[in-house]
């Protein structure tokens, strides 16, 4: 069965882009809401099979997109390797944070396979009940967005925790890499054998590092877990999103195997048609606060995105994430007006 998403990761040209959004399943749907209720904390959804499953499902059934990512997240790998992990309601991840070097003595060196077990359980029933056009992404962190969680604890603040224990100490910051690149090859590889059809590395917090750090905490370890994946599974599509990454794209694209870049709503469409587009796919990138603000403000940012990539490999997405208090109309009048343009031949 022909299915868009991967036949655009593979090379193909499809005159009518791809679609799905990053965070697809989450709070802005009130089907995702009542069965987070059910769940108890959002770890114990995570790692609820049957659960994990069905709102992995909701949104292709709400909006027919053509890709489905699982339902998990990319924190799941420090707890798997031992670290206590929580969601603290409407304040995000809270990790017993690493602080420094000395705090690596507390992790294992591999997953927990009866966490990650869980993971992979899930990812067979969404299988199952996939509908066969649609792509199944499976992801993880990059180790570098992965690492700044680890070591503060927590999210925001630019990351000056994870910053400064890597200036202070680079030989013990790059042991903590390294064990996140090995455990995420081996989760990605699990994932890949319970059926996900692509992976999507997550860089996240990537814009915030000088050039020199950015080669060595995000291109150098991305490129190493892509080598990974590909070298047993070498027919996999590796999606890889630095975001913030600007025109440091470049070096995304050169140096790390990348098949599709994830785009986020400040990239340059110039500089991305002549320095990107000619050499792996693109995904992205209407910003989430159109999306969120609707009316012809989000006609003009889906128009924009179509006009800019539509030529080359587009996978119609977000830039980031959408926002909980988004209205599903949106999300519908974005689709509609996605699905009845085309390229120019
Ligand atoms: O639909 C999907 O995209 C798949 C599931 C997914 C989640 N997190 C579910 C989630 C994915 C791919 C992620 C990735 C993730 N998690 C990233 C990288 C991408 C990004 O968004 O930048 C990061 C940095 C995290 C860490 C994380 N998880 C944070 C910072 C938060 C809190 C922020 C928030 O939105 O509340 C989470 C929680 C989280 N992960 C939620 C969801 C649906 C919300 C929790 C809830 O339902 O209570």
């Not at 707890?79 to 690596?104: I, K, M, N, Y």
């Not at 180790?143 to 400064?164: F, I, K, S």
């Not at 889906?302 to 977000?318: A, E, K, M, P, Q």
């Amino acid at each position: 069965m022909h299915k868009p998403l991967l036949a655009v990761l593979k090379g193909d040209h499809a005159a009518s882009p791809p679609i799905w959004m990053m965070r697809q399943a989450g709070r802005y749907l009130p089907e995702y809401r009542e069965v987070r209720e059910k769940a108890g904390s959002f770890l114990d959804l995570c790692f609820n099979p049957e659960l994990a499953a069905e709102v992995t499902l909701q949104p292709l059934r709400r909006f027919g997109f053509d890709g489905a990512i699982l339902f998990s997240d990319i924190l799941v790998v420090p707890h798997a390797l031992g670290q206590t992990v929580s969601f603290e309601v409407g304040e995000g991840p809270r990790l017993d944070p690493l602080g420094d070097a000395a705090g690596l003595s507390r992790l294992s060196d591999a997953l927990e396979p009866s966490v990650v077990g869980k993971v992979y359980e899930a990812v067979a029933r969404i299988k199952e009940q996939l509908p066969e056009t649609t792509t199944l992404i499976g992801f993880c962190g990059a180790p570098w967005t992965v690492a700044t969680y680890m070591v503060a604890g927590r999210g925001g603040d630019d990351q000056v925790a994870a910053r400064l224990f890597a200036y202070r100490d680079p030989e013990g910051f790059s042991r903590l890499i390294d064990l996140i690149v090995e455990a995420s090859i081996s989760y990605l590889l699990g994932q890949i054998r319970a059926g996900v059809e692509v992976v999507q590395i997550f860089d996240t917090w990537a814009g915030v590092l000088p050039n020199a750090q950015f080669a060595k905490w995000t291109v150098e370890p991305i490129g190493r877990i892509a080598a990974g994946v590909k070298a047993v599974a070498p027919q996999i599509p590796v999606i890889v999103f630095p975001k913030g990454a600007g025109h440091r794209l470049s070096a995304i694209v050169a140096d790390t195997g990348a098949d599709a870049v994830g785009l986020d709503w400040t990239a340059d469409p110039g500089f991305i048609t002549h320095a990107v587009l000619p050499h792996v796919a693109v995904q992205g990138n209407v910003d989430p606060i159109a999306l969120l603000a609707g009316g012809h403000a989000l006609d003009h940012a889906v128009d924009t995105v179509l006009r800019s990539y539509g030529g080359g490999r587009l996978i119609f997405n977000l830039g980031h994430g959408i926002l909980p208090p988004t209205p599903i109309a949106h999300v519908e009048q974005m689709v509609r007006r996605v699905r009845s343009w085309r390229a120019a031949q």
